[in-house]
């Protein structure tokens, strides 16, 4: 399997993970979106030194990983190439602010290590609550889920076959890579001087392709707004837990129930 | 039910692919669309669809093919594709079912109920919840077919429906088509199955309709077949010459 195939399956593993049925599988996208939003929103909003107010806000992602029976490790797998570069933001935090802000344990912590710590929980929250949005929402049901918040179709169609295209793009580079490499034995990767034409031949056979798709789209009466199959307005449930999980955010964000839980046990 | 007179296109800066074309297909009809490799049977399926710009006059359902009708349009004529993976662009088989209906307005239950309606008269149902990409090339082309019977089309447009089929998934898929009770315009190279599945034949040579006529009568005609690139159906030429051969010594 080459990595153009890889890549493929990989997102299509992300798909039949939507694919599943569990709690959080059955609420109704636009909640989920909702929620989504409002928690990366309150995430970021949080102060740079504020890491004990943070901390709290794992638990969102944490109770969505168990409700939607996807496993923690498998979002750090997918997002393995970009966790790295979310917790690099801050690196350079800790050498421009020095002061001191408490000492742990006889060492002195510096606000710019609380400020790094404080960004790199920020990201990795933020992309955990992502990607448990797209992992127990399928792109169908956000699409339809933008629709109802009067997002224009043209907006929601081309974010849909977007997606798809991307299939589309990794199947013909699947192709062109296995064909490459049967006469290329013993090469590792695509020579660079064939980076041109390959790109160029990848761009030709993914417009073709795409073309044909579209084709058959318009075929079957497409008119450049898809109507979405899962547009249906949710259960009373999922805006119960639309309410309920607000509440939550929005009250790890104006009390520091972190800070209250370690009083009452100092 | 299609009509073609003096039909002439081409392809946006190419040459001219369709020379004067002029037929017509009545109601119930089975036609099979032979012809070599760049002979313009695909292309003449594309412009019967509005796909390419045509000179002259096509007409379907009574409707000409213009931009105002091709909506009805492609409601009558139902096309399948040749490669199943253009047409199945959804994640499921019931979803790309859904798709065609629910743009001509029906409602999701209306829809579900015409999918199960097209999967139950191909013997397909097991595949209504499968994915697209888990399924075999037999089954994959049975629900193409099933994405076009949803939609309820008067004619059926069919582009090289055996090409890539194992014999077995070949024959399952003959049987589908022979059973379905719709007019049918067949484009291939299988001219066995033209032979099995039509009563007419409509031979294409570089554009320009060669031949047109009973199948029996034009697939039988080594001299004509051969002039216009194409050979007898294997099953009137009898195995090849070089095998003959070698049983007999």
Known sequence: ???????????????????????????????????????????????????????VMVLFPVFGYQFGLIPVRTCFYKLRAVMPLVCAIGLLNPFFDREILFYAGGVGVSGGVVSMLTLMMKGVFCLMASFLLAATTRIEGLCAALRRLHCPGLLTSLLLLTFRSITILLDEAAVMTAAYHLRAPGQRGVHVSAWGSFLGQLLLRSVDRSQRLYESMLLRGFAG?????????????????????????????FCNVSAAIGSAFM | MLDFQNVSCAYPGGESVLHGMSFHIAEGEQVGLIGANGAGKSTLIKAALGLIGAEGRITAGGLPVNGKNLAEIRRTLGC????????????????DMLFGPMNYGASRREAERLADEALASLGAEHLKHRRNHGISGGEKKLAAIATVLAMH???????????????????????????LPVTKLIATHDLDLVLELCDRVILLHEGSVAADGPAEEILRDRPLLEANGLELPFCLAGPPERRRERRET
């Not at chain 1, 299509?12 to 979106?33: G, M, N």
Request: with cysteine.
């Open chain 1, 225 to 253: 707004d898809f109507r979405f199959a899962e547009g249906a307005a949710g259960s009373a449930a999922s805006w119960i837990f639309a309410a309920l999980c607000s509440a939550l955010i929005l009250l790890f964000r």
């Open chain 1, 1 to 55: 399997m080459n990595k153009a195939e890889k890549a493929r399956a990989e997102l299509l593993a992300v798909d039949e993970l939507a694919e599943r049925d569990s709690p959080v599988h059955r609420l109704d996208p636009l909640a989920k979106l909702l929620v989504t939003v409002l928690y990366i929103a309150v995430t970021v909003s949080f102060e740079k030194y504020d890491i004990t107010g943070l901390t």
């Open chain 2, 80 to 95: 399948v594709l040749q490669d199943s993976d253009d047409q199945m662009f959804m994640p499921t088989v019931l979803e």
């Open chain 2, 153 to 179: 089309p008067r004619v059926m447009l069919i582009d090289e429906p055996t090409a890539g089929l194992d014999p077995r998934n070949r024959r399952a898929l003959i049987n589908v088509l022979g059973a």
